[in-house]
């Protein structure tokens, strides 16, 4: 290996491996076992582990699997990401990565593989119960706080999985088949918003295809967007198998081929450089970022870190509760009172739901009972419990059930727990409906028909359809998967102790059909073809004006909020500043999550009619008022412009309506947008319309236009009494066509010429 201090020069990364041989080189780019890199020379290995609601650190030598089958050590079982979201509070995610990062720290380990921040397209995906939401920016902002709080404590991310990676049917072979505008909008938009604003140290590409093309070897994604736009100096490592031939892997820009294999792949780079396929400067390049990720964690090491397993606890417990949602809450059913009589029915009152399988399953350091916790919290109440499903298997179902009815008839409330078992969602599936059991949609039905004061608690990965509970049950709780403290939380809610603040971060609609990507899901032939296009959630129920049960951005309080005054002002740098009261018009203390959307009628290509650009939890006591400031940036305005290959915000009056949810809209203002300075260069394919929009070339097109079709005398013959818009009905005719019609009016070359002189005075922009 010829040393590279030459051609390592302006490449500081390569530098770093400069010195080492081919084969050190080379052993670089892929695993040492399951979860570490190789230590070569000066540079040191690097332990990575799931993630990315607790630590999954496995030993070695009683076996790993990247499904979270066998033993790992004991750690926090946090929120998973479906709760950490409904959270809407960065600061509270900060303190998330943070926590994390002390275990991970204690653990040795280097990178935390987390968070997982693709786009919810479809209530079935599999793997949604990991990811935050159906929104780009809600998911941006959180996994941004995220990042930041886990790399505080020294310890890497890799933000995952790099991209398009909305479904685990087929995971490693079908193709994601979306259009420029959705890929950066609604797919790319999350990631790109965590690489620039929190710089993760790594990056984990995904398993799927994009557009025909694996992601590992996938130099656009890889290389020119990852890179190349946004910067990012981090490594870019593989998903568990994801690599096939990793020379082209490295070619494309990715750095680390994980886990360990048999050898081959090392063999196949080898010879690939010795044959002159690879060059030796992109071995370099991809062994040198391995490189510096492995000397950032050493770096930062702290072996002898350790942490408080109650404390944890306690934060687990203290974010559960923020993610919880109070869907419905009809005649004050919550909070229950101190004395209540509270008939505790189903499975998980007694064994919690709180995780799912696959690589985010967490060894938990102690589970919290929820039957166990509301007796503590409640000790003066009468609490029967009465499990009602599972005797089911021993024969002694009807009876349990029967017991069940009786016990929330003689109650004052009934807490019926219901959701899909941990058999029905786990990574590597998708789930093929979201439908409740009909067991546990009869149980709530006959329960409300002697109990009218029931409330559903609903444990699930997954969003569930809740339709068919709605009419029965007179309150409804969304626990989603809240990781170990999950007991205590539910708990600290039904009582009241804390006051629910949490907001889906996924619509829940009426029927599975009106999901935007009902028909494309989950694809076929090993293609799926994202046909909703940026109509991703709430973009397309609001679109196709879709009733639905829960809109994105709801969930109720045991008090009231009153909005009003806002104001939006455009900052110097083109972001909207906006201010307003927000009021606690309820008689106790409470958290609102304040929500800012934005929306522009006048679009010139398909929009949302609103979208999410700003989010601010507020706490108030009973009565009190704040004022509640909100910037939207005005990258944020911008929409992906597939004829310029860049952003490109829009000018018009845009909406900005702030409100409780997004369809509880409560002040709404219009805001005057300069839209950016950009046009296309006019050709002879350009349009007579985008022709006739040129101050320059319009003018004289427009005097042609005159002279050939003059204002129709009116003529009793006709219907038309109006006369015919011209411009409208030959418009969309591409300039060369209509100048060859022009005969001696005028030639190709004069027009040629007359373009030329307009684009002279056109701004002209490309991607920014
Ligand atoms: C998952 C990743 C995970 C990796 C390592 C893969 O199956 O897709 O999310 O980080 O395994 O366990």
Redesign the pocket.
Known sequence: MTPAADSSAGRPDAALVGDLTLEQQVSLTGGADFLSTHAVGDVPSVTLV??PAGLRMQDLDAGAD?LGLRPSIPATAFPLPVAVAQTWDSALVRRLGEALGTEAQAAGVGVL?GP?INIKRDPRAGRNFEYFSEDPLLTGVLATSYVQGLQSRGVGASL??FAANNAEHERFRSSSDVDPRPLREIYLRAFQRVVQEARPWSV?CSYNRLNGVPNSENRWLLTRVLREEWQFEGAVIS??GAVDDRVVSIRAGLDLDMPAGSGRQEALVRSAVEHGELTAADLEDAAGRVARLAATAATAARPDTVWDQAEHHALAREIAGRSIVLLKNDQGTLPLRPDARVALLGDFAVEPRFQAGG?SHVWATRVDVPADELASALPDAHIVVERTTVAEADGNGAAARTRGLEAARDADVAVVFIGPTGAEEA?GFDRDHIELSDEHVALVRDVAAVQPRTVAVVMHGGLVRLAPVVPFAAAIVDASLLGQAAGGAVADVLTGAVNPSGRIAETVPERLEDAPSYLDFPGTALHVRYGEGIFVGYRGYDARGLAVTFPFGHGLSYTTFGYSGLRVTTTASGDLDLDLTVVNTGTRAGREIVQAYVGLSTSTVPRAPRELMAFSPVELDAGESADVTMTIGRQDLAFWDVGIDGWRVEGGDYTVSVGSSSRDLRVTVAVRVVGDDVSRPLTLSSSLAEVLADPVAGQVFGTVLAAMFPAPESDARSSDTGGFDIVRMIGSTPVGRFVSSLGDRMTREQAEAILEEANSGRVTTGSS
């Open positions: 799931d993630g990247h593989l997982g995952k999985h984990m998903d568990w690589s990574e």
